[in-house]
């Protein structure tokens, strides 16, 4: 299992458990987190997601990534509507991100409602150096929160942000010290969130989405095209080989 879940007092814990390999997210994983948020709106009231002490997730699997072409990812919908069951739940999502949020991991952060994060968090889209882009809705959710030349400028230059900086852009509400602080301050904010009207949560939700959104899924959709067709690019080829070869 490289997913861990429970719900307690109507508060759904995700936790995302493949340290070895830093969280990073294939297909598989996917459609693990994809069957345990399939009807999360009729489980509980709020979503947590956690990774571990490693990373909250590092990116797309790269080996996963260098077997595919930008026709076998299209036609096998590779990482597609399960992903984006993750950007249509109803109910409250707060991430709480300790270590990497790096890639797809940070796309699943920005995907939440809140995010909070350990002081050693890191944020960024390395996909840029290995000759690709995001491709799980990194250009649109970012650009939404912190505009476009600051949303250029870390996805074309590759560069990781730190917490602090996060929490300047908006990017993250909260910065906590410990990975405890982390656990007790994300579950303490669910909590008091889980105890408000059901109703109004939903409807809060689907006003701040339509405010920030407007356009956004299908934006979401291009991007990934965009990025499933640089498959087949000779630098993704070369870039990607030379990563897995190095590791």
Known sequence: ???SFEIDNSIAVLTLNNPKKLNVLNTNFVEEIYDHL???????????????EKAFAAGVDINEINSLSFEKALLEEFIDSKWERILNIKIPVISGVEKYAL?????????????IANENAKFGFPEINLGLMPGLGGTQLLTRIIGSKKTSELIMSGDFIDAEEALRLNIISKIVYTPA???EETLKLAKKIAEKSPTSLRLIKEAIQLSQNAGCLQGIRTERN?????????????????????K
Request: glycine share 8%; no cysteine.
């Open 226 to 246: 965009l990025f499933r067709s640089l498959f087949s690019t000779s630098y993704k080829e070369k870039l990607t080989q030379e990563f897995l070869k190095n």
């Open 103 to 115: 890639g797809g991991g940070f796309e699943l952060a920005l995907a939440s409602d809140i995010i």
């Open 181 to 183: 602080d982390l656990k």
């Open 1 to 3: 299992m490289l997913v």
């Open 38 to 52: 399939s009807n999360i709106e009729k489980k509980a009231k709020v979503l947590v997601i956690f990774g571990t």
